[in-house]
């Protein structure tokens, strides 16, 4: 299968009219596609739980630097254990660390802010791009919109597993006929206020093969064929186990289709890097592809994403 690449009109047209909803939780709306959670649709998430079983869909933060970790997350100990010996120091000893990282990119699992991306000089909501500045930040649209936690239903598009294959290739998508045959053949459907994961394989298929340059390489995931669907079933958050757009693509004017349609037009929350293998696995053994999810960005003012792990409960 390869990807059905909308036209750059098509998109431009999403852009500007199809899929925008500028407006549509009026002016001052820093939530966007959020706005489809409710607390019935995290009670039906809740409802789904009954073993108790948790999850992890994070990737451990790696602090080496590689091809596509270029600029590596930092950690060192601002004290540690090895400095003190029996009867030689005070009884306060402890151990404290100090780390920093560029979350965005394309290893560690985070969550966008709809302040990550602009188009034509605007953000969500036609907000001027400026409201992201290099001295103070996303001064609007920042991640403390989500702070509140996303918890709701969470469905799995496993495209290798229906597709009978170990791996989506780089290069090629997960698009509308996946989703359709997930819903055919595992039973699921997704709705209104979902958070959407699809996985392609890609980010474990790093763990036998070691880290490419997506740059070179390329990179799989969904592809922007699905932003319709995802608008039209009012998808909150969409997620995969990639950075979120198909590389290369053909198109002059966006690098990043999923990411420059979704967060600008739709104000649409993108989880990126999340791990799927374990949650894949977990999904196969119970033959149930829909589960309550819990993201819980930190509580982090100004910043246009956050790193996360999101937890699955069956």
Known sequence: ??????????????????????GRWGDDDQRGTLNHL????????????????TVSCARPVDFKASVDVPRPPQHFMVSAG???????????????????????????????????FFWDGQTYNGRPSSVVSTAEGATEF??????????????????????????IERGDGVGLADIEAAERTHGVRVEKGDVLLLRTGQLGRREVVGPVDVWVDGSAGP????????????VAVLGSDTGNDVGPNPYERFSNPVHQVGIVSMGLWILDNAWLDDLAEACKQRGKWE??????????????????????IF
């Not at 009884?91 to 290893?107: E, K, L, W």
């Open 1 to 22: 299968m390869t990807v059905a690449w909308p036209s750059q009109d098509d998109l431009l047209k999403w852009m500007s009219s199809d899929l925008r909803n500028w």
């Open 38 to 53: 409710s607390p019935e649709k995290t009670l039906h998430a809740v409802s789904l739980v009954s073993e108790g079983v």
């Open 291 to 312: 589960f309550m999810i819990s993201i819980l960005p930190l509580k982090l003012p100004a910043v246009t994403g956050s790193p996360v792990n999101p937890i699955v």
């Open 142 to 167: 920042d991640v403390m919109a989500g702070s509140g936690g996303i918890v709701a239903k969470g469905v799995l598009v496993d495209a290798p597993l229906l597709r009978e294959v170990d791996f």
């Open 223 to 234: 592809s922007p064929e699905i932003l319709p669907l995802l608008h039209e079933r009012e």
């Open 82 to 116: 090895d400095t003190y010996r029996q009867g030689e120091s005070v009884d306060r000893q402890v151990a404290m660390d100090y780390f920093g990282m560029i979350f965005h990119g394309h290893t560690v699992t985070h969550i966008d802010s709809l302040a990550h």
